[in-house]
């Protein structure tokens, strides 16, 4: 985080230090680890006895701020105010920051990166993003056009576009077992043949596993069912056609 404290209104994932009979003690995880301030009150929409019967120690909570007063460093908090739905749109946007630093230092340090270059490039790209991990989806989708106008070496796009589409794009897989059989003399070199289609493009990705005579299992991995599925029939069909010519039988049992 770029400021020092965060803002009325905003959603905050704390973890408690300190339980008192009155009040929970927390530190911003965020935000450097700054003190804040949880209320009984501020606990439950009912009444509560007990703190330690709610929260405990070392627990991570997902607090929503109440007030702020910067000249005394002092944080309000609230858990009964933060609904279900904002305490999993929270928890989700703390584990892609979580996955975005990742990707971002594992880069940095392959490339020989120091701390300061990468927390320029950090800053830069929040600049023009809302965060980290929409400016690395962002990039795993368009490509380097889409930080085209950002002040950041290309190495380090390249570099990092390659591991955002490996691990940020999200990748469907459909299968199915084929069973091919071809009579004539040069049957094996003709199922070869028609088999000699794995490869990975942009969008999709085919592999081929032999299972032992006659099976073949097909596996194709792409960035939606829709895609998945037309690819697979293409090829399936393309397979049974070859075989058929050629005196043989084919026959594809799709799995689950």
């Known amino acids: 985080m770029s400021q020092e404290f965060p803002e009325e209104g905003e ?21 450097g680890g700054i003190q804040g301030f949880l209320h009984i009150s501020e606990i439950s929409t009912g009444w509560v006895k007990n703190i330690e019967k709610v929260v405990k120690e070392r627990q991570k909570l997902v607090l ?4 702020v007063n910067p000249l005394r460093k002092e944080v309000d908090l609230s858990l009964r105010q933060v609904t279900e739905d904002e305490k999993r749109r929270k928890i989700l946007e703390v584990k892609r920051q979580e996955k975005a630093l990742g990707i971002l230092d594992s880069v940095a340090k392959k490339l020989n990166l ?4 990468k927390e ?9 993003f809302e965060s980290l991990y929409d400016a690395l989806e962002s ?5 380097k056009r889409a930080w085209e106008k950002l002040d950041i070496h290309e190495e380090f796009i390249n570099s990092l576009e390659e591991v955002v589409k490996e691990k940020l794009l999200p990748e469907v897989k459909v299968k199915g077992i084929m069973k091919i059989i071809c009579p004539l ?11 000699n289609i794995e490869g990975k493009s942009e969008d999709v990705k085919v592999q081929i596993t032999y ?3 006659p099976k073949y299992q097909l596996v194709i991995s792409a960035s939606n069912y829709k895609l998945a599925e037309r690819v697979l029939n ?8 070859t075989i058929i010519k050629n005196q043989g039988t084919f026959e594809f049992i799709q799995e689950k």
């Open 211 to 213: 299972l032992g005579a």
């Open 114 to 117: 120091d701390e300061e270059k």
């Open 185 to 195: 003399p040069n049957g094996v070199e003709i199922i070869k043949e028609a088999l």
């Open 120 to 128: 320029k490039y950090i800053s830069l790209i929040l600049e023009k």
């Open 139 to 143: 990039l795993a989708k368009k490509g």
């Open 234 to 241: 293409n090829i399936v069909n393309r397979v049974r056609d």
């Open 11 to 31: 959603l905050v994932l704390a973890t408690v230090t300190k339980i008192t009979p009155y009040a929970a003690y927390v530190s911003l995880d965020e935000y």
């Open 64 to 67: 929503k701020v109440i007030r």
